[in-house]
């Protein structure tokens, strides 16, 4: 299919390249998935030579392919593509990580450095694509205002957690990098990898509890009998 190739250079429209590209770039975001999980090299390949298929637009659907006008600007960017763009980056990133770490040479701490001014990097441009997608309150923060859910609030929803999605992706980009680190104490890196691995870990999961925990049970009647353990036995 030549997917690893961009559409552009086989003259085709810019609708049918936009396709092939977010084909391509979901395949290389699962490759990387594939690769942290099971510890193995990504199959895509160790260069980026091997492909140049451009990153997905962060167009809405309805606009790829438009002429640049008043009516196709930034205004029509689609908070979805928003979050995949930021998505593929950071599975691009990750890549590189990977593919540094599973090497045949051991990592030093120069490269640990390099490596970790990208992920710096990263997260600077995932804040700026975080503040263009609006909802109400800093998701990413935890501070989601609690009001009554409708039609027209689904979209906000859906920002909010695109912006909690976005601003977790470095903290784990962090976590791929120090983990293998963290696995004996006698390593030299150790103390250093544990230095910037505990932060992002704790940073890795706070956002997401706003939306997924469930509201907390009443607490019982002041005079409600508790069961008495040995009625708890019959009852077994």
Known sequence: ????????????GEVECEIRRRVWWHIMHL???GAIASGLPPLGGSSEDQFDT???????DEFVGCEPSDSCD????????????????????LRKIIVRLLGIKPPRKADIAEMGQMILGLK??????????????LPEMGFIPHEEVD??????????????????????????????FLKSTKSRMWLHARHWYVPHSLLYQPPSFPTTCPPPRP???PHSPRPHPARLCCAA
Do not use: C
């Open 1 to 12: 299919m030549g997917l690893h190739r961009d559409g552009s250079l086989f003259g085709l």
């Open 31 to 33: 490759d990387i998935q």
């Open 54 to 60: 451009k990153m997905v637009s962060e167009l809405s």
């Open 74 to 93: 930034a205004n029509q960017n689609s908070p979805a593509m928003i979050l995949a763009v930021g998505r593929y980056e950071t599975a691009q990133l």
């Open 124 to 137: 600077g441009r995932l804040e700026e694509r975080i503040a263009r997608i609006p909802a109400r309150g």
């Open 151 to 180: 039609g027209a609030e689904r979209e906000g929803i859906f920002n909010s957690w695109a912006r909690i999605m976005l601003s977790m992706m470095s903290d784990r980009a962090y976590g791929v990098l120090y983990q293998p």
């Open 219 to 221: 607490p019982p009647p």
